[in-house]
């Protein structure tokens, strides 16, 4: 199994390796021809001098020398690279030790054990770097687990109130022998009312759900058109179950390039929040147009008082504020996170500020539309 560690050992062995032969030829070949001149040879004597062509003492001591040279060099290159062997298996051990350590903690790091990180210390090297890296990611998928249970949870309390109380409704409807057609429809109407309310709450669970996953499809489209058939929709009888605050309109084309459907939904949702969450004789302003190139809506809208701190919970399922009108047709606490999963779906930004005198004011930018290819 070729290892991290034994790969950087066979790394620093053979650039060793490279290195030292590279060494060992420079040295033989500056000592065969070397180009400093050594010191001067006495003459010999006429006649008793070895013949022309035959190689005198000193040449022969020099090739001597140079074998031994040759081959002492070979035998210390030998011991060197067996040495640095030993060295670079002990030193890339020693590098990697964090890793291993990393590795440890992240085999303990369970769905339900999110809170363990690694260790981060030394240097502020690559290995710090990614254990900081590993951490926030750790982070992350710590907050998601978290609100993913927190969700699970105020989802089945939510589902589990209305049968509950159309279970509680019909046992004393039958438990009462002398209950008439009279009570027994009202039993009915309490039942279908909650019946309504859990599939209200099916339906946003669902479209969150959708939301979530991103847009199926992308068209161009125009913020302002989407914007009149919603109004037109808040508008309809079934939606007038107490006097509406009074809506003034500017909208300008604001074209874009969205999933219809969600588009649809997330302006549905803020009209139906600015209308649901306001004052007796309230208003809400709506405004589309483009802002830096970006199709964007603004509805603001008059209402309780909203702490600046409270804001960022709105965007969080099931969380519910006081509204300052009673409609019979209580929020779900799933409008702004529908919006805000919307957006974020879009790549979109999402602005939510309180007003000071009470309300809200919303603002969302979603992607410009994209070009469409011409003829060449």
Same mark, same amino acid.
């Given at each position: ?9 066979? &790394? =620093? ?5 490279? !290195? ?24 010999? !004597? ?23 040279? &040759? ?27 964090? &890793? ?61 109130? $209305? ?9 004393? *409807? ?33 479209? &969150? ?6 847009? =199926? ?25 107490? $006097?509406?605050?009074? +809506? ?9 390039? *969205? ?24 208003? +809400? ?83 410009? $539309? ?7």
């Amino acid at each position: 199994m070729r290892t991290v560690r034994l790969r950087l050992t066979l &790394l =620093h062995m053979g650039l060793f390796l490279v !290195a030292g032969a590279l060494l060992v030829g420079l040295i033989y070949i500056l000592v065969r021809f070397s180009p400093f001149p050594g010191p001067a040879v006495a003459p010999t !004597a006429p006649g008793g001098g070895p013949p022309a062509g035959t190689p005198g003492p000193d040449h022969v001591a020099q090739a001597a020398s140079l074998r031994r040279l &040759l081959v002492n060099s070979l035998v210390a290159f030998a011991v060197a690279a067996f040495a640095a062997m030993i060295l670079g298996w002990f030193a890339a051990g020693r590098a990697l030790r964090p &890793l291993g350590a990393m590795t440890a903690t992240v085999r303990r790091i369970t769905a339900e054990r999110l809170d363990r990180r690694l260790p981060v210390s030394g240097p502020d090297d690559e290995l710090r770097r990614l254990a900081v890296t590993f951490n926030d990611l750790l982070d992350r998928l710590e907050g998601a687990f978290t609100a993913q249970r927190r969700f699970v949870a105020n989802a089945s309390h939510e589902l589990r109130t $209305p049968l509950t109380l159309q279970r509680a409704t019909a046992e004393i *409807a039958l438990a009462d022998p002398e209950a008439d057609a009279a009570s027994l429809r009202a039993v009915l109407g309490r039942v279908l009312a909650a019946g309504e309310q859990q599939e209200r709450l099916i339906e946003a669970l669902l479209t &969150l759900a959708r939301s979530q996953q991103g847009p =199926h499809r992308r068209e161009r489209l125009d913020l302002a058109a989407i914007t009149v058939q919603a109004l037109r929709h808040q508008d309809a009888p079934g939606h007038r179950d107490a $006097p509406d605050p009074r +809506i003034e309109a500017s909208l300008h084309p604001a074209p874009a390039s *969205a999933d219809p459907a969600l588009v649809e939904r997330l302006v549905a949702n803020l009209l139906g929040n600015a209308r649901r969450h306001n004052v007796p004789g309230g208003w +809400i302003t709506v405004w589309t147009g483009a802002t830096d190139g970006r199709p964007t809506l603004t509805i603001r809208n008059s209402g309780p008082l909203v702490p600046a701190e409270r804001v960022p919970l709105l965007l969080q399922p099931f969380q519910r504020m006081e509204s300052g009108r009673k409609t019979g047709r209580d929020g779900l606490g799933l409008g702004l996170s529908i919006v805000a999963a919307i957006v974020e779906a879009h790549h979109g930004t999402l602005e939510v500020r309180p007003l000071p005198e009470g309300g809200l004011d919303v603002t969302v930018a979603l992607p410009g $539309p994209v070009p469409e290819e011409g003829p060449a």
